[in-house]
């Protein structure tokens, strides 16, 4: 793929993301939010923990803390994607906390394990998911001298850009960002229409796709999941409804990010697979992304050779090598002792 926007490869992955989901609003339109959704057997077994937002909303989250023994290196603020949730980050949680990191998760609103069922799926305040990677930073971090670095996949890297860029005070020391499209190339004269028709079609609060739909273009973002019965249960955490609001806020965040690697100057690690799809929403190489941002110290991941698709953190193929990557990556930025 050239720096430059292709219309044959926009043409080509839009058959298989936004068109069944754009054909998917108009066939369930009728379909209102059902209680289903908020039923039916655990979605993971990892620990589940609340805390507290300024509003006084009990937000889920995750946790993955080092052995006693081992010295604290540093706080790690984990952002999980669409439709995806805290728990999602366990095999990075469990690695880097193994070798001296704090790792931390907090599920964004309206998704993962989130207790206000009416809401799930049909979310669409992303400025509050903003501020919500912010003040758990603030309170996991507490008055420690420890460093923090936001990590953030997907949608999740484009909160946590837009956490990093709007921290008041101490912001994060670094920043991860897996697989974020935040420079989207579709043409407005295909937006504009779509969106349009898609707000007449769901009327911004009935089900937009449905399962065997949303699994289809979960299967063009992700492929080489170790473990198909996680990533099948997983994928009914909201896909039996998802308002075209929803969708519309996330495509909303990613709009508003566009100027916001001009703003960023911690150190940056950007990283793609090789067949990620969301690179044909973005309609730039890697590289050119990677050069948007201003900090002296970024780095870019990205092997077009590898077959590695849109979740690296759970990719069999390349999921070991992605971890010590990020574990060394870290290492080198985060060292234990005062942020400066």
């Not at 229409?193 to 979960?218: H, Q, S, W």
């Not at 519309?248 to 990620?276: F, I, M, N, W």
Request: with cysteine.
């Amino acid at each position: 793929m050239n720096g430059s926007f292709t219309f044959a490869g926009w043409l080509r992955r839009a058959g298989t993301t936004l068109l069944p989901l754009l054909a998917a609003s108009c066939l369930n339109g009728g379909g209102r939010f059902q209680k289903e959704m908020c039923e039916g057997p655990p979605l993971s077994d990892e620990p589940l923990n609340y805390w507290r937002a300024s509003d006084g909303v009990e937000v889920p989250c995750c946790r993955w803390l080092p052995p006693r023994n081992v010295k604290r290196k540093g706080i790690v603020i984990a952002v999980p994607g669409m439709d995806e949730g805290s728990d999602d980050w366990g095999q990075l949680g469990r690695h880097l906390s193994a070798r001296g990191y704090e790792v931390y998760a907090s599920d964004l609103r309206g998704q993962g394990r989130d207790v206000n069922c009416p809401e799930r799926g049909d979310y669409h305040r992303w400025q509050r998911w903003v501020e919500d990677v912010n003040e758990f930073a603030a309170l996991v971090r507490g008055k420690r001298s420890l460093r923090v670095a936001y990590m953030g996949h997907s949608l999740g890297g484009i909160v946590a850009l837009h956490a990093a860029a709007s921290a008041e005070g101490r912001g994060p020391d670094a920043l991860v960002l897996y697989a974020p499209a935040f420079v989207l190339a579709y043409p407005p004269w295909f937006a504009r229409p779509a969106v349009t028709l898609a707000k007449v079609a769901t009327l911004n609060c009935c089900r937009v796709t449905g399962p065997a739909v949303f699994k289809l273009i979960g299967r063009n973002l992700v492929s080489n999941v170790e473990d198909e019965a996680a990533w099948e249960r997983s994928s009914d955490r909201m896909r039996k409804g998802m308002s075209m609001r929803y969708v519309l806020a996330c495509l909303d965040a990613g709009k508003h990010a566009r100027d916001l690697p001009g703003q960023v100057t911690v150190p940056v690690l950007l990283e793609y697979g090789g067949s990620d799809a969301t690179l044909y929403m973005c309609g730039r190489s890697p590289r050119s992304l990677c050069d948007m941002f201003q900090s002296p110290d970024k780095e870019l991941w990205w092997h077009p050779d590898r077959e590695a698709n849109h979740d690296m953190v759970n990719d069999r193929l390349v999921r070991r090598e992605m971890l010590d990557k990020t574990y060394l990556w870290l290492n080198d930025r985060l060292p234990a002792g005062a942020a400066q």
